[in-house]
Protein backbone atom coordinates (compact mmCIF):
# COMPACT_ATOMS: atom_id res chain seq x y z
CA UNK A 1 0.00 0.00 0.00
CA UNK A 2 1.44 3.41 -1.21
CA UNK A 3 1.94 5.76 2.02
CA UNK A 4 -1.00 8.24 0.47
CA UNK A 5 -3.22 5.44 0.20
CA UNK A 6 -2.33 3.91 3.43
CA UNK A 7 -3.04 7.40 5.21
CA UNK A 8 -6.11 7.87 3.26
CA UNK A 9 -7.61 4.69 3.88
CA UNK A 10 -6.63 5.08 8.33
CA UNK A 11 -7.77 8.41 8.02
CA UNK A 12 -11.51 7.41 6.83
CA UNK A 13 -11.06 4.24 9.10
CA UNK A 14 -10.82 6.33 12.11
CA UNK A 15 -13.94 8.48 10.71
CA UNK A 16 -16.13 5.83 10.54
CA UNK A 17 -14.79 4.52 14.18
CA UNK A 18 -15.38 7.99 15.22
CA UNK A 19 -18.81 7.62 14.79
CA UNK A 20 -19.43 9.13 11.37
CA UNK A 21 -22.17 8.09 8.87
CA UNK A 22 -22.48 10.47 5.99
CA UNK A 23 -18.97 11.58 4.13
CA UNK A 24 -19.81 14.07 1.33
CA UNK A 25 -17.10 14.24 -1.70
CA UNK A 26 -16.14 16.17 -4.68
CA UNK A 27 -14.61 15.05 -7.62
CA UNK A 28 -10.75 16.19 -7.84
CA UNK A 29 -7.09 14.41 -8.34
CA UNK A 30 -5.61 15.32 -5.20
CA UNK A 31 -8.12 13.85 -3.05
CA UNK A 32 -7.97 10.85 -5.14
CA UNK A 33 -6.27 8.55 -2.25
CA UNK A 34 -9.40 10.02 0.08
CA UNK A 35 -11.60 8.79 -2.62
CA UNK A 36 -10.66 5.91 -3.20
CA UNK A 37 -10.68 5.03 0.57
CA UNK A 38 -13.85 6.36 0.97
CA UNK A 39 -15.49 4.55 -2.14
CA UNK A 40 -14.22 1.40 -0.37
CA UNK A 41 -16.04 1.91 2.99
CA UNK A 42 -19.48 2.71 1.02
CA UNK A 43 -19.27 -0.07 -1.05
CA UNK A 44 -18.43 -1.78 2.40
CA UNK A 45 -21.57 -0.41 3.88
CA UNK A 46 -19.30 1.34 6.70
CA UNK A 47 -20.39 5.02 5.30
CA UNK A 48 -22.72 6.47 3.53
CA UNK A 49 -21.10 8.48 0.32
CA UNK A 50 -22.35 11.69 -1.59
CA UNK A 51 -20.57 12.97 -4.59
CA UNK A 52 -21.35 16.40 -5.45
CA UNK A 53 -19.94 18.36 -8.30
CA UNK A 54 -19.91 21.65 -6.07
CA UNK A 55 -18.17 22.46 -3.05
CA UNK A 56 -20.78 24.95 -2.45
CA UNK A 57 -24.03 22.90 -2.50
CA UNK A 58 -21.37 20.17 -1.21
CA UNK A 59 -20.98 22.33 2.05
CA UNK A 60 -24.49 22.98 2.50
CA UNK A 61 -25.55 19.54 1.97
CA UNK A 62 -23.20 18.19 5.22
CA UNK A 63 -24.79 21.11 6.80
CA UNK A 64 -28.41 19.53 6.64
CA UNK A 65 -26.92 15.97 6.88
CA UNK A 66 -25.39 17.12 10.62
CA UNK A 67 -28.24 19.59 11.54
CA UNK A 68 -30.67 16.01 11.11
CA UNK A 69 -28.15 13.46 12.90
CA UNK A 70 -26.38 15.78 15.19
CA UNK A 71 -23.10 14.08 14.06
CA UNK A 72 -20.26 15.14 12.13
CA UNK A 73 -20.16 15.35 8.54
CA UNK A 74 -16.93 15.20 6.78
CA UNK A 75 -17.16 17.11 3.25
CA UNK A 76 -13.73 15.91 0.89
CA UNK A 77 -12.12 17.79 -1.88
CA UNK A 78 -9.63 18.70 -4.21
CA UNK A 79 -6.90 21.55 -3.38
CA UNK A 80 -7.78 25.47 -4.33
CA UNK A 81 -10.92 27.14 -4.98
CA UNK A 82 -12.77 23.80 -4.24
CA UNK A 83 -11.96 24.60 0.06
CA UNK A 84 -12.47 28.38 -0.81
CA UNK A 85 -16.03 27.06 -1.57
CA UNK A 86 -16.84 25.85 1.64
CA UNK A 87 -16.87 29.45 3.40
CA UNK A 88 -20.53 30.15 3.52
CA UNK A 89 -21.29 26.78 4.92
CA UNK A 90 -17.98 26.69 7.59
CA UNK A 91 -19.29 30.18 8.55
CA UNK A 92 -22.81 28.81 9.27
CA UNK A 93 -21.99 26.09 10.92
CA UNK A 94 -19.74 28.24 13.35
CA UNK A 95 -22.24 30.24 14.23
CA UNK A 96 -25.13 27.44 14.77
CA UNK A 97 -22.47 25.65 16.24
CA UNK A 98 -23.18 22.75 13.47
CA UNK A 99 -20.18 19.64 13.43
CA UNK A 100 -18.56 20.03 9.94
CA UNK A 101 -15.28 18.80 8.86
CA UNK A 102 -13.71 20.33 5.79
CA UNK A 103 -11.48 17.72 4.78
CA UNK A 104 -9.18 19.52 2.44
CA UNK A 105 -6.66 17.91 0.26
CA UNK A 106 -3.66 19.78 -0.31
CA UNK A 107 -0.16 19.70 -2.44
CA UNK A 108 2.66 19.00 0.15
CA UNK A 109 3.86 22.26 1.63
CA UNK A 110 6.92 22.71 0.21
CA UNK A 111 4.93 23.46 -3.16
CA UNK A 112 3.99 26.53 -1.74
CA UNK A 113 5.51 29.47 -3.09
CA UNK A 114 6.63 28.08 -6.35
CA UNK A 115 4.25 28.34 -8.57
CA UNK A 116 2.84 24.97 -8.16
CA UNK A 117 -0.60 24.11 -10.02
CA UNK A 118 -3.51 24.37 -7.62
CA UNK A 119 -1.46 25.23 -4.74
CA UNK A 120 -2.75 28.11 -2.09
CA UNK A 121 -2.18 28.70 1.32
CA UNK A 122 -5.10 26.68 2.47
CA UNK A 123 -4.09 25.66 5.52
CA UNK A 124 -5.39 28.52 7.86
CA UNK A 125 -8.18 29.39 5.21
CA UNK A 126 -11.02 29.50 7.71
CA UNK A 127 -9.26 31.57 10.52
CA UNK A 128 -10.95 32.41 13.38
CA UNK A 129 -14.41 30.86 11.81
CA UNK A 130 -13.08 26.50 12.85
CA UNK A 131 -12.81 25.21 15.87
CA UNK A 132 -9.78 23.65 15.02
CA UNK A 133 -7.01 23.40 12.35
CA UNK A 134 -5.62 20.22 11.95
CA UNK A 135 -3.26 19.13 9.29
CA UNK A 136 -1.30 15.79 8.84
CA UNK A 137 2.47 15.60 7.91
CA UNK A 138 3.04 14.12 4.45
CA UNK A 139 2.62 10.32 4.30
CA UNK A 140 6.20 8.39 3.96
CA UNK A 141 7.25 5.20 3.55
CA UNK A 142 8.61 3.12 6.23
CA UNK A 143 7.28 5.57 8.82
CA UNK A 144 5.11 4.26 11.55
CA UNK A 145 2.47 7.16 11.28
CA UNK A 146 -0.68 5.30 11.99
CA UNK A 147 -1.15 6.57 15.33
CA UNK A 148 -0.08 9.52 14.16
CA UNK A 149 -3.13 10.13 11.76
CA UNK A 150 -5.98 8.08 13.84
CA UNK A 151 -5.26 10.33 17.05
CA UNK A 152 -5.97 13.40 14.87
CA UNK A 153 -8.69 12.37 13.32
CA UNK A 154 -10.19 11.63 17.03
CA UNK A 155 -9.02 15.19 17.70
CA UNK A 156 -11.07 16.84 14.40
CA UNK A 157 -13.83 14.89 15.64
CA UNK A 158 -13.84 16.48 19.40
CA UNK A 159 -13.47 19.50 18.16
CA UNK A 160 -16.17 19.42 15.48
CA UNK A 161 -18.41 17.20 18.26
CA UNK A 162 -17.22 20.42 21.02
CA UNK A 163 -16.65 17.29 23.13
CA UNK A 164 -14.43 19.12 25.26
CA UNK A 165 -15.44 22.82 25.13
CA UNK A 166 -19.37 22.50 24.77
CA UNK A 167 -19.53 24.19 21.66
CA UNK A 168 -19.63 21.84 18.60
CA UNK A 169 -18.78 23.76 14.94
CA UNK A 170 -16.46 23.10 12.17
CA UNK A 171 -13.24 22.05 11.64
CA UNK A 172 -10.48 22.46 9.20
CA UNK A 173 -8.53 19.37 8.27
CA UNK A 174 -6.19 19.92 5.79
CA UNK A 175 -3.54 16.33 4.51
CA UNK A 176 -1.12 17.49 1.70
CA UNK A 177 -0.77 14.45 -0.10
CA UNK A 178 1.87 13.32 -2.45
CA UNK A 179 2.31 10.95 -5.68
CA UNK A 180 1.49 8.52 -6.18
CA UNK A 181 -2.49 9.09 -5.60
CA UNK A 182 -3.84 6.16 -6.86
CA UNK A 183 -3.85 2.38 -4.66
CA UNK A 184 -0.79 0.61 -5.65
CA UNK A 185 -0.92 -3.15 -7.67
CA UNK A 186 -1.79 -4.65 -3.69
CA UNK A 187 -4.61 -2.96 -3.26
CA UNK A 188 -5.76 -5.09 -0.83
CA UNK A 189 -3.12 -4.72 1.93
CA UNK A 190 -4.30 -4.71 4.95
CA UNK A 191 -4.92 -1.21 6.42
CA UNK A 192 -2.49 -0.43 9.66
CA UNK A 193 -4.39 -1.28 12.71
CA UNK A 194 -6.69 0.98 14.80
CA UNK A 195 -8.14 -0.37 18.11
CA UNK A 196 -9.52 -4.02 19.07
CA UNK A 197 -13.08 -3.96 18.52
CA UNK A 198 -13.29 -1.03 16.02
CA UNK A 199 -12.82 1.60 18.68
CA UNK A 200 -11.61 4.96 18.30
CA UNK A 201 -8.00 5.90 18.11
CA UNK A 202 -8.68 8.20 21.70
CA UNK A 203 -11.92 8.09 23.35
CA UNK A 204 -13.26 10.75 25.83
CA UNK A 205 -16.16 11.86 27.18
CA UNK A 206 -18.65 14.54 26.68
CA UNK A 207 -17.45 17.51 29.44
CA UNK A 208 -20.26 19.05 31.09
CA UNK A 209 -20.33 22.97 31.43
CA UNK A 210 -22.78 23.46 34.34
CA UNK A 211 -22.94 27.29 35.40
CA UNK A 212 -25.95 27.60 37.96
CA UNK A 213 -27.81 31.44 37.77
CA UNK A 214 -30.65 32.21 40.28
CA UNK A 215 -33.51 33.26 38.96
CA UNK A 216 -36.61 34.64 40.45
CA UNK A 217 -40.10 33.66 38.35
CA UNK A 218 -42.23 35.62 40.61
CA UNK A 219 -41.23 38.70 38.89
CA UNK A 220 -43.15 39.28 35.45
CA UNK A 221 -41.24 37.30 32.66
CA UNK A 222 -41.34 36.21 29.66
CA UNK A 223 -38.74 33.97 27.45
CA UNK A 224 -37.45 33.99 24.58
CA UNK A 225 -36.53 30.63 23.17
CA UNK A 226 -33.87 31.20 20.25
CA UNK A 227 -32.30 29.16 17.67
CA UNK A 228 -30.10 26.54 19.47
CA UNK A 229 -31.45 26.44 22.73
CA UNK A 230 -31.73 23.34 25.07
CA UNK A 231 -34.78 22.35 26.81
CA UNK A 232 -35.71 23.75 30.13
CA UNK A 233 -37.80 21.95 32.07
CA UNK A 234 -37.69 24.73 34.79
CA UNK A 235 -39.15 27.25 32.64
CA UNK A 236 -42.08 25.55 32.19
CA UNK A 237 -44.36 28.14 33.87
CA UNK A 238 -43.25 30.87 32.28
CA UNK A 239 -44.45 32.54 28.93
CA UNK A 240 -42.70 32.06 25.66
CA UNK A 241 -41.74 33.44 22.37
CA UNK A 242 -40.31 30.52 20.48
CA UNK A 243 -38.84 30.94 17.29
CA UNK A 244 -39.88 28.18 15.46
CA UNK A 245 -36.27 26.34 15.39
CA UNK A 246 -36.44 26.49 18.87
CA UNK A 247 -38.29 24.41 22.10
CA UNK A 248 -41.82 25.67 23.47
CA UNK A 249 -40.08 25.99 27.19
CA UNK A 250 -43.97 27.18 28.44
CA UNK A 251 -47.02 28.88 27.43
CA UNK A 252 -46.85 30.04 23.72
CA UNK A 253 -46.71 33.85 23.66
CA UNK A 254 -46.79 35.40 20.29
CA UNK A 255 -43.87 37.89 18.99
CA UNK A 256 -46.33 40.63 18.44
CA UNK A 257 -48.24 40.68 21.55
CA UNK A 258 -45.00 41.93 23.02
CA UNK A 259 -45.01 45.21 22.77
CA UNK A 260 -48.51 45.48 24.71
CA UNK A 261 -46.48 44.05 27.45
CA UNK A 262 -44.72 44.95 30.18
CA UNK A 263 -42.50 42.66 31.61
CA UNK A 264 -39.55 43.16 33.91
CA UNK A 265 -37.62 40.73 33.15
CA UNK A 266 -36.77 38.27 30.15
CA UNK A 267 -34.87 35.00 30.02
CA UNK A 268 -33.23 34.20 26.33
CA UNK A 269 -32.70 30.92 25.86
CA UNK A 270 -30.28 29.86 22.49
CA UNK A 271 -29.78 33.28 20.19
CA UNK A 272 -32.77 35.26 19.33
CA UNK A 273 -32.27 35.96 15.44
CA UNK A 274 -35.96 36.87 14.26
CA UNK A 275 -37.74 39.24 15.91
CA UNK A 276 -37.22 42.97 16.16
CA UNK A 277 -39.81 43.33 19.16
CA UNK A 278 -37.71 41.29 20.69
CA UNK A 279 -34.37 42.78 19.95
CA UNK A 280 -36.20 46.04 21.67
CA UNK A 281 -37.71 44.16 24.95
CA UNK A 282 -34.00 42.95 25.55
CA UNK A 283 -32.26 46.74 24.77
CA UNK A 284 -34.83 47.85 27.44
CA UNK A 285 -32.76 48.91 30.34
CA UNK A 286 -35.96 48.37 32.73
CA UNK A 287 -36.13 44.75 31.75
CA UNK A 288 -33.49 42.30 33.54
CA UNK A 289 -32.36 40.13 31.36
CA UNK A 290 -30.63 36.93 31.55
CA UNK A 291 -29.30 34.12 29.18
CA UNK A 292 -29.10 30.87 29.36
CA UNK A 293 -26.95 28.90 26.94
CA UNK A 294 -25.92 25.05 26.89
CA UNK A 295 -22.24 26.36 25.24
CA UNK A 296 -19.65 29.05 26.00
CA UNK A 297 -20.99 32.03 24.85
CA UNK A 298 -24.24 33.57 24.98
CA UNK A 299 -25.73 36.32 23.20
CA UNK A 300 -26.30 40.25 24.59
CA UNK A 301 -26.72 42.26 20.97
CA UNK A 302 -27.67 45.31 23.64
CA UNK A 303 -25.23 44.54 26.25
CA UNK A 304 -28.59 44.66 28.48
CA UNK A 305 -27.42 40.81 30.08
CA UNK A 306 -27.48 41.21 33.71
CA UNK A 307 -26.69 37.25 34.35
CA UNK A 308 -25.50 34.33 32.19
CA UNK A 309 -25.33 30.58 33.07
CA UNK A 310 -25.98 27.03 32.02
CA UNK A 311 -28.50 26.23 34.30
CA UNK A 312 -31.38 28.63 36.05
CA UNK A 313 -32.27 27.55 39.60
CA UNK A 314 -35.89 28.82 39.60
CA UNK A 315 -37.22 30.41 42.74
CA UNK A 316 -40.93 31.59 42.90
CA UNK A 317 -43.66 31.51 40.51
CA UNK A 318 -45.71 33.74 37.89
CA UNK A 319 -48.49 35.72 39.02
CA UNK A 320 -51.79 34.55 38.17
CA UNK A 321 -52.74 37.72 36.91
CA UNK A 322 -49.55 38.05 34.51
CA UNK A 323 -50.18 34.42 33.24
CA UNK A 324 -53.67 35.74 32.20
CA UNK A 325 -52.51 39.05 30.31
CA UNK A 326 -49.97 36.92 28.80
CA UNK A 327 -52.33 34.45 27.34
CA UNK A 328 -55.32 36.79 26.23
CA UNK A 329 -52.72 38.81 24.47
CA UNK A 330 -50.98 35.53 22.72
CA UNK A 331 -54.68 34.42 21.75
CA UNK A 332 -55.40 38.41 20.46
CA UNK A 333 -52.54 38.02 18.47
CA UNK A 334 -52.85 34.84 16.83
CA UNK A 335 -56.81 35.57 15.98
CA UNK A 336 -55.77 39.16 14.96
CA UNK A 337 -53.42 36.90 12.15
CA UNK A 338 -55.33 34.60 10.88
CA UNK A 339 -58.26 37.47 10.41
CA UNK A 340 -56.37 39.50 8.34
CA UNK A 341 -55.34 36.49 6.17
CA UNK A 342 -58.99 35.75 5.58
CA UNK A 343 -59.56 39.49 4.95
CA UNK A 344 -56.23 39.97 2.58
CA UNK A 345 -57.16 39.67 -1.28
CA UNK A 346 -53.68 38.01 -2.60
CA UNK A 347 -52.38 35.42 -1.81
CA UNK A 348 -48.97 36.19 0.22
CA UNK A 349 -45.67 34.15 1.83
CA UNK A 350 -47.73 34.57 4.75
CA UNK A 351 -50.62 32.60 3.65
CA UNK A 352 -48.50 29.62 2.45
CA UNK A 353 -46.94 29.76 5.87
CA UNK A 354 -50.39 28.94 7.33
CA UNK A 355 -50.85 26.13 4.87
CA UNK A 356 -47.60 24.28 5.37
CA UNK A 357 -47.47 24.53 9.65
CA UNK A 358 -51.07 23.80 9.39
CA UNK A 359 -50.17 20.50 7.83
CA UNK A 360 -47.41 19.60 9.92
CA UNK A 361 -47.88 16.47 11.83
CA UNK A 362 -45.46 14.15 14.52
CA UNK A 363 -42.82 12.90 12.73
CA UNK A 364 -42.58 15.71 10.15
CA UNK A 365 -39.53 17.36 9.33
CA UNK A 366 -39.71 21.24 8.01
CA UNK A 367 -37.36 23.53 6.70
CA UNK A 368 -37.48 26.97 6.84
CA UNK A 369 -35.93 29.49 4.30
CA UNK A 370 -34.31 32.75 5.77
CA UNK A 371 -35.90 35.99 5.25
CA UNK A 372 -39.84 35.70 5.19
CA UNK A 373 -40.49 31.93 5.25
CA UNK A 374 -39.66 31.61 9.11
CA UNK A 375 -40.33 35.03 10.05
CA UNK A 376 -44.14 33.72 8.62
CA UNK A 377 -43.86 30.56 10.07
CA UNK A 378 -43.72 32.40 13.93
CA UNK A 379 -46.29 34.78 13.22
CA UNK A 380 -48.86 32.00 12.27
CA UNK A 381 -47.84 29.09 14.46
CA UNK A 382 -46.25 27.88 17.32
CA UNK A 383 -43.67 25.65 17.70
CA UNK A 384 -45.58 21.64 17.38
CA UNK A 385 -44.39 18.62 19.70
CA UNK A 386 -42.69 15.78 17.43
CA UNK A 387 -42.22 18.19 14.30
CA UNK A 388 -38.71 19.22 13.91
CA UNK A 389 -37.91 22.38 13.09
CA UNK A 390 -34.52 23.23 11.42
CA UNK A 391 -33.60 26.73 9.73
CA UNK A 392 -30.20 28.09 8.85
CA UNK A 393 -30.02 30.69 11.61
CA UNK A 394 -26.41 30.82 11.93
CA UNK A 395 -25.56 33.52 9.74
CA UNK A 396 -29.09 33.87 8.42
CA UNK A 397 -28.17 33.07 4.50
CA UNK A 398 -30.38 32.49 1.39
CA UNK A 399 -27.29 30.57 0.49
CA UNK A 400 -27.40 26.47 0.79
CA UNK A 401 -30.89 26.04 1.85
CA UNK A 402 -31.87 23.53 -1.00
CA UNK A 403 -28.89 21.38 -0.46
CA UNK A 404 -29.40 22.21 3.38
CA UNK A 405 -33.43 20.53 2.88
CA UNK A 406 -31.85 17.58 0.87
CA UNK A 407 -29.26 16.70 3.76
CA UNK A 408 -31.81 17.00 6.35
CA UNK A 409 -34.40 14.81 4.42
CA UNK A 410 -32.02 12.05 3.98
CA UNK A 411 -31.51 11.74 7.44
CA UNK A 412 -34.94 11.76 8.59
CA UNK A 413 -36.94 8.79 8.47
CA UNK A 414 -40.19 10.63 8.14
CA UNK A 415 -41.36 13.50 5.70
CA UNK A 416 -39.58 16.79 5.21
CA UNK A 417 -41.10 19.71 3.90
CA UNK A 418 -38.68 22.84 3.20
CA UNK A 419 -40.48 26.29 3.34
CA UNK A 420 -38.46 28.86 0.83
CA UNK A 421 -38.75 31.46 -0.92
CA UNK A 422 -38.25 32.11 -4.74
CA UNK A 423 -35.03 33.91 -4.26
CA UNK A 424 -34.11 31.59 -1.85
CA UNK A 425 -34.71 29.03 -4.16
CA UNK A 426 -32.35 30.33 -7.23
CA UNK A 427 -29.76 30.91 -5.03
CA UNK A 428 -29.17 27.09 -4.69
CA UNK A 429 -30.85 25.57 -7.23
CA UNK A 430 -27.96 23.57 -7.93
CA UNK A 431 -28.44 21.72 -4.53
CA UNK A 432 -30.97 19.78 -6.72
CA UNK A 433 -28.16 17.96 -8.61
CA UNK A 434 -27.62 14.74 -7.40
CA UNK A 435 -25.96 12.91 -9.63
CA UNK A 436 -26.75 9.22 -11.09
CA UNK A 437 -26.77 6.77 -8.49
CA UNK A 438 -26.47 9.39 -5.72
CA UNK A 439 -28.59 8.53 -2.26
CA UNK A 440 -31.73 10.73 -2.77
CA UNK A 441 -34.36 11.90 -0.32
CA UNK A 442 -37.18 9.29 0.42
CA UNK A 443 -39.31 12.17 0.83
CA UNK A 444 -38.59 15.71 0.33
CA UNK A 445 -40.98 18.59 -0.52
CA UNK A 446 -40.01 21.92 -1.31
CA UNK A 447 -42.69 24.34 -1.68
CA UNK A 448 -41.18 27.45 -3.05
CA UNK A 449 -43.43 30.77 -2.25
CA UNK A 450 -42.50 32.77 -5.13
CA UNK A 451 -43.45 36.37 -5.00
CA UNK A 452 -40.87 37.08 -7.84
CA UNK A 453 -38.54 38.88 -5.81
CA UNK A 454 -37.39 39.83 -2.54
CA UNK A 455 -40.93 40.03 -0.13
CA UNK A 456 -38.63 40.69 2.55
CA UNK A 457 -37.50 43.81 1.88
CA UNK A 458 -41.41 45.43 1.33
CA UNK A 459 -41.65 45.08 5.22
CA UNK A 460 -38.11 46.88 5.75
CA UNK A 461 -37.50 50.73 5.81
CA UNK A 462 -36.71 50.31 2.10
CA UNK A 463 -40.04 49.35 1.02
CA UNK A 464 -41.56 52.61 2.60
CA UNK A 465 -43.61 53.53 -0.50
CA UNK A 466 -41.17 57.09 -0.28
CA UNK A 467 -38.96 54.28 -2.10
CA UNK A 468 -41.19 53.39 -4.26
CA UNK A 469 -39.29 54.58 -7.72
CA UNK A 470 -35.74 52.74 -6.51
CA UNK A 471 -37.74 49.73 -4.84
CA UNK A 472 -38.09 47.20 -7.22
CA UNK A 473 -34.88 47.04 -9.12
CA UNK A 474 -32.59 46.67 -6.05
CA UNK A 475 -34.71 44.96 -4.16
CA UNK A 476 -37.47 43.67 -5.48
CA UNK A 477 -35.17 42.01 -7.90
CA UNK A 478 -37.68 40.61 -9.88
CA UNK A 479 -36.18 37.63 -11.99
CA UNK A 480 -39.35 36.05 -14.16
CA UNK A 481 -37.67 32.85 -13.96
CA UNK A 482 -38.93 29.88 -14.87
CA UNK A 483 -39.01 27.23 -12.50
CA UNK A 484 -40.90 24.50 -13.64
CA UNK A 485 -38.13 24.24 -16.77
CA UNK A 486 -35.43 24.86 -13.82
CA UNK A 487 -36.56 21.66 -12.10
CA UNK A 488 -37.30 20.15 -15.23
CA UNK A 489 -33.52 20.49 -16.01
CA UNK A 490 -32.56 19.21 -13.02
CA UNK A 491 -35.02 16.32 -13.20
CA UNK A 492 -37.31 16.62 -10.40
CA UNK A 493 -41.09 16.84 -10.68
CA UNK A 494 -42.51 20.35 -10.22
CA UNK A 495 -46.44 21.66 -10.20
CA UNK A 496 -47.69 25.11 -9.74
CA UNK A 497 -49.89 24.92 -7.09
CA UNK A 498 -53.03 27.46 -6.21
CA UNK A 499 -52.34 28.82 -2.38
CA UNK A 500 -56.04 26.89 -1.99
CA UNK A 501 -54.79 23.70 -3.34
CA UNK A 502 -51.54 23.10 -1.44
CA UNK A 503 -53.44 22.02 1.28
CA UNK A 504 -54.58 18.97 -1.01
CA UNK A 505 -51.26 18.69 -2.24
CA UNK A 506 -49.38 18.60 0.34
CA UNK A 507 -51.45 15.38 1.65
CA UNK A 508 -50.33 13.63 -1.73
CA UNK A 509 -48.36 10.61 -1.12
CA UNK A 510 -44.98 11.59 -2.01
CA UNK A 511 -41.76 9.36 -2.96
CA UNK A 512 -38.29 10.92 -3.71
CA UNK A 513 -38.20 14.76 -3.96
CA UNK A 514 -40.47 17.45 -5.72
CA UNK A 515 -41.32 21.00 -5.54
CA UNK A 516 -44.30 22.60 -5.28
CA UNK A 517 -44.30 26.43 -6.60
CA UNK A 518 -47.18 28.87 -5.21
CA UNK A 519 -47.37 32.05 -6.68
CA UNK A 520 -48.03 34.92 -4.27
CA UNK A 521 -47.93 38.59 -4.51
CA UNK A 522 -45.40 40.74 -1.82
CA UNK A 523 -46.87 44.15 -3.01
CA UNK A 524 -49.81 43.76 -0.53
CA UNK A 525 -47.00 42.82 1.95
CA UNK A 526 -46.40 45.99 3.85
CA UNK A 527 -50.68 46.83 4.12
CA UNK A 528 -51.21 43.45 5.14
CA UNK A 529 -48.58 43.38 8.46
CA UNK A 530 -50.18 46.84 9.38
CA UNK A 531 -53.76 45.68 9.14
CA UNK A 532 -52.53 42.90 11.77
CA UNK A 533 -50.40 45.36 13.68
CA UNK A 534 -53.75 47.60 14.05
CA UNK A 535 -55.83 44.86 15.09
CA UNK A 536 -53.94 44.17 18.23
C1 LIG B 1 -26.37 34.78 0.87
C2 LIG B 1 -27.34 35.90 1.18
N1 LIG B 1 -27.46 36.92 0.29
C3 LIG B 1 -28.29 37.94 0.56
C4 LIG B 1 -29.03 37.98 1.71
C5 LIG B 1 -29.96 39.14 2.01
N2 LIG B 1 -31.36 38.68 1.89
C6 LIG B 1 -32.06 38.37 2.96
S1 LIG B 1 -33.58 37.92 2.58
C7 LIG B 1 -33.31 38.13 0.90
C8 LIG B 1 -34.37 37.92 -0.12
C9 LIG B 1 -35.05 36.58 0.04
O1 LIG B 1 -36.05 36.45 -0.98
P1 LIG B 1 -36.92 35.12 -1.03
O2 LIG B 1 -36.08 33.94 -0.83
O3 LIG B 1 -37.68 35.17 -2.30
O4 LIG B 1 -37.88 35.23 0.21
P2 LIG B 1 -39.03 36.33 0.44
O5 LIG B 1 -38.40 37.45 1.24
O6 LIG B 1 -39.51 36.78 -0.91
O7 LIG B 1 -40.09 35.62 1.20
C10 LIG B 1 -32.02 38.54 0.70
C11 LIG B 1 -31.43 38.83 -0.62
C12 LIG B 1 -28.88 36.89 2.61
N3 LIG B 1 -29.58 36.82 3.79
N4 LIG B 1 -28.03 35.87 2.32
C1 LIG C 1 -32.44 41.39 4.42
C2 LIG C 1 -31.56 41.31 5.38
O1 LIG C 1 -31.90 40.97 6.67
C3 LIG C 1 -32.97 41.69 7.24
C4 LIG C 1 -34.14 40.81 7.33
C5 LIG C 1 -35.05 40.97 8.26
C6 LIG C 1 -34.80 41.68 9.50
C7 LIG C 1 -36.11 42.28 10.01
O2 LIG C 1 -36.10 43.29 10.67
C8 LIG C 1 -37.40 41.62 9.62
C9 LIG C 1 -38.59 42.30 10.30
C10 LIG C 1 -38.75 41.81 11.72
O3 LIG C 1 -38.27 40.73 12.02
O4 LIG C 1 -39.38 42.51 12.51
C11 LIG C 1 -33.72 42.75 9.34
C12 LIG C 1 -33.30 43.20 10.72
O5 LIG C 1 -32.96 42.36 11.55
O6 LIG C 1 -33.32 44.41 10.97
C13 LIG C 1 -32.54 42.16 8.63
O7 LIG C 1 -31.50 43.08 8.44
C14 LIG C 1 -30.13 41.61 5.21
O8 LIG C 1 -29.68 41.76 4.08
O9 LIG C 1 -29.47 41.70 6.26
MG1 LIG D 1 -39.51 35.96 -2.72
Known amino acids: MNPSTAQATVVVDELVRGGVEDVVLCPGSRNAPLAFALQAADAAGRVRLHMRIDERTAGFLAVGLAISSGRPVPIVMTSGTAVANLGPAVLEA ?151 TAPLHGPPLHPLALPLLEPRQAIITGRPTLHRPVAKLLANPAVAVFALTTGPRWPDVSGNVVGTGTRAVVTGSPRAAWLARCQKLASHADVAVREQLSLHPKPTGLHVAAVVTDAMEPGDQLLLGASNPVRDAALVSYPKPGVRVLSNRGVAGIDGTVSTAVGAALKHPGRTVALIGDLTFLHDAAGLLMGIGEPRPDDLTIVVANDDGGGIFELLEQGDPQYAGVFERVFGTPHGMDLAALCSAYRVPHRL ?13 NHGVRVLEVTTERSGLRELHAAVRARL
Not at 497 to 504: R, S
Request: one cysteine or more.
Open 94 to 244: NYARVPLVVLSANRPYEMLGTGANQTIEQLGLFGSQVRATVSLGLAEDGLAQNSQWRSAVCRVLAAARGTRSGNAGPVHFDIPLREPLVPGRHPDELTPAGRPNGAAWTTTQNATLDVPIDIDLSIDTVVISGHGSGHRPELAGVPTVAEP
Open 497 to 509: VDPDQLTEALGVA
